[in-house]
């Protein structure tokens, strides 16, 4: 029998605290939506989905946070 695995490594609070606004960025953003609704289409379930657009949000926000000069493309 298997058991269902957790995603336990990383940073619990960051997880936490970035569930919400990346519900809304799925549900709002096109290319988050997309990136979301590809994982979600290749059979992985919607912890996982939704933690990949974590990451892909964190990344986004570490890259405006040291580039001033960075303009996101539309």
């Not at 379930?45 to 892909?56: D, F, G, S």
């Not at 986004?60 to 303009?71: A, G, H, K, Q």
């Amino acid at each position: 029998r298997h058991r269902k695995r957790r995603i336990s490594g990383g940073r619990q609070m960051l997880r936490r605290t970035l569930y919400t606004p990346v519900l809304c960025a799925t549900q709002h953003n096109p290319v988050f939506r997309e990136f979301y609704q590809r994982l979600r289409n290749a059979g992985k379930p919607h912890h996982v989905a939704a933690v990949a657009v974590m990451r892909k949000l964190v990344c986004l926000l570490n890259r405006m946070l040291s580039d001033p000069d960075f303009v996101p493309i539309k």
